[in-house]
């Protein structure tokens, strides 16, 4: 037997969910149910609570909760710091939604959910959570301000455009939108100083960042960004889950002879994917190395551009993993090297050919 902890955590309250559930008999049973506070003094109660009705009968505890933004990110300290004998798994929201409707749910309400991630918890078997090191959380903060600080000079820069070109014209606004410009500006440039600095304190880092530096078109606030968002790696053991994390995994639709477009997902990062365009747009305007050959292959074969560049940023993002885990520099010859030992593997020389294509070529 264990018991299941279900937590759906929202920014004022959570609503919490204990199950019992038998391991020979795959049943659930609910114990209780009760709705806390999202503060430290409804961290202690939950926890008292919990106590006092698994004391009867002591068995493993598993706690699982989704990411549901920031909000939950005080609980699951507050139990990885006071609790370490729970475990805590911290699951996307688009898990839980996929589980929580393949159990007959049609309606959404916190007591479902709670209740949904109780028999996730115990039916699936899922991480721990290993926590959000105080170094990438504070990288993670300044990396985003200064994102959404860009995208709203852009929207500023956006009104300026319209308000110059329109019929009519105001100063005073053009004024007030110009000032606003310049106070972004300016701190735009003094998130970029920080970030910078916040980097160079980790002097076991240097090394390491210098390697992703290597790399054609990733700069300081590009690596910034991927080791913020991905915790430095810490919680990956392959390409494939940062892919997924990402949002870069393609979702193919196929029924019958029904077949739709592949597209990536998107269930990810956003900021990821924000971070790997510019790196990827400047690799294609340089028009130069082998990254820039593999986005004329892909393009040579649909002639659709968008869809070559997101390849292209896909590749980078997998470059910064492995040299980031390996320790190495980029290297543009062993890439050349492994691309024609791939084109000898799938198509051997004509002499050792075993097909006899010299009528093909002819025609």
Avoid at 86 to 110: A, E, M
Avoid at 126 to 131: F, R
């Amino acid at each position: 037997m264990i018991y299941s902890l279900g937590i759906d955590i929202s920014k004022d309250d959570f609503s919490a969910c204990l199950q019992r559930y038998l391991l020979n008999e795959q049943t659930h049973q609910v114990v209780t149910r009760k709705t806390f506070k999202n503060n430290p003094s409804g961290f202690k109660a939950c926890m008292s609570w919990l106590e006092r009705h698994t004391n009867d009968q002591p068995a493993p505890i598993r706690m699982t909760m989704e990411a549901t933004g920031v909000y939950y990110e005080p609980l699951a300290l507050f139990i990885q710091q006071h609790h370490r004998q729970v475990h805590l798994s911290v699951v996307l929201p688009s898990q839980s939604k996929k589980f929580i409707g393949s159990q007959g749910y049609r309606s959404k309400t916190d007591k479902i959910d709670a209740r949904g991630l109780a028999m996730m918890g115990a039916e699936r078997k899922l991480d721990a959570w290993k926590g959000i090191d105080s170094f990438w959380r504070e990288l993670r903060a300044m990396s985003r301000t200064r994102s959404q600080l860009i995208d709203q000079r852009t929207r500023l820069k956006n009104q300026l455009h319209a308000l110059a070109h329109g019929g009519y014209s105001t100063p005073q606004v053009t004024e007030s939108l110009l000032v606003c410009v310049d106070t972004i500006s300016n701190q735009i440039d003094e998130l970029t100083k920080l970030i910078g600095k916040h980097l160079r304190s980790r002097k076991d880092l240097a090394e390491s960042i210098a390697c992703l530096r290597s790399i054609p078109g990733v700069g300081t606030l590009t690596i910034a960004t991927i080791l913020a968002e991905t915790n430095g790696f810490t919680q990956f053991h392959s390409i494939s889950q940062l892919i997924s994390f990402s949002g870069y995994d393609v979702v193919i639709r196929q029924s019958g002879k029904w077949s739709g477009k592949p597209k990536i997902s998107k269930q990810g990062s956003k900021y990821i994917r924000k971070a790997m365009y510019m790196p990827a747009s400047a690799i294609v305007r340089k028009e130069n190395g082998p990254i820039y050959a593999f986005y004329k292959r892909l393009l040579s074969v649909h002639n659709v551009k968008m869809k070559a560049h997101v390849a292209v940023q896909k590749k980078l993002l997998t470059y910064i993993y492995v040299l980031w885990t390996k320790g190495e520099v980029f290297n543009s010859d062993e890439i050349r090297n492994e691309r024609i030992r791939h084109k000898r593997s799938v198509a051997p020389p004509k002499s050792e050919a075993t097909v006899d294509t010299s009528v093909a070529l002819a025609q």
